[in-house]
Each structure stands twice: as C-alpha cells, then as structure tokens.
DNA sequence: CTAATCACCTGAAGGC
DNA sequence: TGCCTTCAGGTGATTA
C-alpha cells in the first residue's frame, strides 16, 4: 500500500537517520528479499544519499547502491534495540552507531536490491508524478492517444510513477474522470485538471504523513491520518460527499475500483 | 497495443 | 469454535 506519499515521508524521516552511517552488517532473513549479483552485500559502505521515484527508496552507497521497493506490506524500522525474534523480520542492516535498520514484511512481496548502478531499476519507470519538471505538455504527451482506460494508465509506472490504487481512486473522483474511461476520449480541459488534483491529493497526503490503512508505518513508528480524508477510497454503498449518489465499486485490471456514478459520468463513446 | 490471468505471499474477514 | 473461501493490491511474466 505505500504509494508515492508514504515512500515521501519514509524518506524524509531515513535521511537525517542515515546520512553518513556505515552498514557494518547485513542479516538476511528471507533470501527472496535481498536481490543482488553476488547474493551479499559488500560490508563497510557508507550511505551517502537517500532520494525517490515513483515508489522506490534509493541510497547510495560509497560503492552502488541501495533500491528498496515496499510493494504491499514492507517496512524500514530505526531501532537501536534488537527487533530479531519479532515476526515479520526480514532483513536487519547493522549501522556504525549502534543502530539497526530493519525490514519488516509480512507477505514478502518487497525487494531490497543492491546493484552497481540505481538507474538499473529506475530507468524503467516513468517520470515521477511530482517531478516539478513535469509540465502541463509533458502531461498530455504522456497520454496522448492511447485507447487504455485511464484507471490502467495511471497504475503502469513506466508512464508515470508513484500512484497506486488507493490514490487513483481519489484523483480521478476528484476530477471527475470515469475510471473506465479510454484517455483519448479525455478532454484537454479534463487533462489539466487531472494533473493539478495528482498534485493537491499527493502534496496533502504527504502533509498528513501518509494514508495509514492496514500495515503502513512511517520509519519513526508513527502512523499517518491521510485515510479520514478519503472521499471514495473503501467508501462503496456510502453517500457521495459531494452529491449523496452511492460509491460504487468496480474491478479495473483486477483492481478494486471505487467511483461516484454522478461525479464521475461515464463518457459516450463517439462510433 | 490492450487486456486478462497468474504468481508471488500472508492475514483479515465473511460464510456456514 | 473452526474450517474454508475470498479479498486486499504492487509488479512482472505469460497468454490471448
């Protein structure tokens, strides 16, 4: 469940926590977690950066670095304490100071890979939805023509990155987009104000700290406040808080979908 | 190009 | 209580 905005502030609260620690060791729990040619990680490498895109963490190391990929349940917890006989444990990186960076995951989809190069992993997403050099053109060529539903473009990365399903489903309530609806058949006016709303709807969330639903933690322990703003999210058979029409849930690419039927009219298609 | 399905995993929730 | 099924959703691979 972390999208863009979790990612943001787990970034955030690691920078000032690991800037310039020296991994001294590196436990792995679950093998499928740590992903690298070698199958270790070389010892005594200093973190010199953090940074995102899309939903990925990256630090680099004095040599490579580190990509972390959350996907469904993952967690980076700080602790100077030892964490090793809690559940969920899956890869402990021992720090220089006494601090211990662990990862918890419960279903182990998530992914720590170490590689030479961020770029490896990277490359193959699409700009990151709150890149400032994403401009208004840049937007619309991205979409361009495509028959897909608007709903599936938005949760392909190598589009645009960073949005998940929750997210989508506030965005395009919020621009009274139809999920279903194909992107050519999209206005240019819609188009734009598409963009403007995944701006408002990731800079709040990140203000609140993140959309705490089941398992999203931030790195301190906390846990964000973003989820009593949700207007459709999880919201099916309940009144529309802008007209009182019922939610209604759908499935887009096997996704549970969430929409308000009167604010989000599904487009005629012309032919 | 687009879409559907499955695989990867576990825990929570609902049905009986 | 308890067993079984379904659902949750990020991504990648495979198939239609």
Known sequence: MPELP?????????????????????????????????????????IHSISRKGKYIVMTLSKGALVVHLRMTGQLLISYSDLLDQEHV???????????????DSRKFGRIYFVKNPEEIISKIGIDALDPSLSES????????????????LLDQRFLSGLGNIYIDECLFKAGIHPETKVNFITRRKRKKLLSV??????????????????????GGGFGTNQKYLTVYDRENMPCLVCHDNVRKIRVNGRGTHFCPT?????????
């Open 6 to 46: 979790e990612v943001e502030v787990i970034v955030r609260e690691l920078k000032p926590e690991l800037i310039g620690e020296i991994i001294c060791g590196c436990e792995i729990l679950w093998e499928r977690t740590f992903v690298s040619e070698r199958g270790t990680l070389p010892l005594n490498l200093i």
């Open 90 to 104: 899956r890869l402990i990186f021992r720090l220089s100071s006494g601090k211990n960076l662990y990862f918890f």
């Open 138 to 153: 840049k937007f619309f060529e991205l979409l361009g023509k495509r028959q897909i539903r608007i709903k599936s473009f």
């Open 198 to 219: 995944i701006n408002e709807v990731l800079v709040g969330a990140i203000q609140n700290m993140g959309t705490t639903i089941s398992d999203y933690k931030t790195t």
């Open 263 to 271: 604010c989000q009219p599904q487009v005629k298609e012309i032919r």
